[in-house]
T-cell receptor, first 118, second 116 residues
Framework: AQSVTQLGSHVSVSEGALVLLRCNYSSSVPPYLFWYVQYPNQGLQLLLKYTTGATLVKGINGFEAEFKKSETSFHLTKPSAHMSDAAEYFCAVSDTPGMNTGFQKLVFGTGTRLLVSP | DAGVIQSPRHEVTEMGQEVTLRCKLI?????LFWYRQTMMRGLELLIYFNNNVPIDDSGMPEDRFSAKMPNASFSTLKIQPSEPRDSAVYFCASSNGQGARADTQYFGPGTRLTVL
């Protein structure tokens, strides 16, 4: 089965600083990778996803992520943090298809809470 | 569109009671996912439906949990009897696809369940 590791359960940045959230994956097949954001008391919302093609993926709210196969990484970045970016961020990878169903569930990391200070 | 709708948003119950969580899919979506989120285990998929049919229920913890889709737009997750270890936030999500790798899942706001 595939897996995802998010380094750092909490990341603190100042407003205007670079945001870097780390994600490494393990996959026996070419991965499909996702970043989701969860604001307090809300469900998860897709930020961006990588399937095939261009390895630099741009998402909503100024976030982007780069797929690096050689490093098995899919780190999330934003050049300048805003207070409204404070949330929990989840990296996910599509699992291998189920033998009988062909269904490919999402495997989520444990999440990284981004704190933004004024 | 109103997005995925879940009810109730909060539920507090006593051990042994039956709990029913409800979910309304986004109009036109045909895939439905139930997740459980806890501090200890993170976000876990419980069950996946496609076109009202349960496709993968390997994440359902035990027989106390059951899920149904009585129609194309609505689902319930029932816990009977409930136990304190069931306390968690339960999310449902919907997508417009076949459970394919690239399908985007749209999450509801969740139901926070507390079992005393």
């Amino acid at each position: 089965a595939q897996s995802v590791t998010q380094l750092g359960s909490h990341v603190s940045v100042s407003e205007g600083a670079l945001v870097l959230l780390r994600c490494n994956y393990s996959s026996s097949v070419p991965p499909y990778l996702f970043w989701y954001v969860q604001y307090p008391n809300q469900g998860l919302q897709l930020l961006l996803k990588y399937t095939t093609g261009a390895t630099l993926v741009k998402g909503i709210n100024g976030f982007e992520a780069e797929f690096k196969k050689s490093e098995t990484s899919f780190h999330l970045t934003k050049p300048s943090a805003h207070m409204s970016d404070a949330a929990e961020y989840f990296c996910a990878v599509s699992d291998t298809p189920g033998m009988n169903t062909g269904f490919q569930k999402l495997v989520f990391g444990t999440g990284t809470r981004l704190l933004v200070s004024p | 569109d109103a997005g995925v709708i879940q009810s109730p948003r909060h539920e507090v119950t006593e051990m042994g009671q039956e709990v029913t969580l409800r979910c309304k899919l986004i109009s036109g979506h045909n895939s439905l996912f139930w997740y459980r989120q806890t501090m200890m285990r993170g976000l876990e998929l419980l069950i996946y439906f496609n076109n009202n049919v349960p496709i993968d229920d390997s994440g359902m913890p035990e027989d106390r949990f059951s899920a149904k889709m009585p129609n194309a737009s609505f689902s319930t997750l029932k816990i009977q009897p409930s136990e304190p270890r069931d306390s968690a936030v339960y999310f449902c999500a919907s997508s417009n696809g076949q459970g394919a790798r690239a399908d985007t899942q749209y999450f509801g706001p969740g139901t926070r369940l507390t079992v005393l």
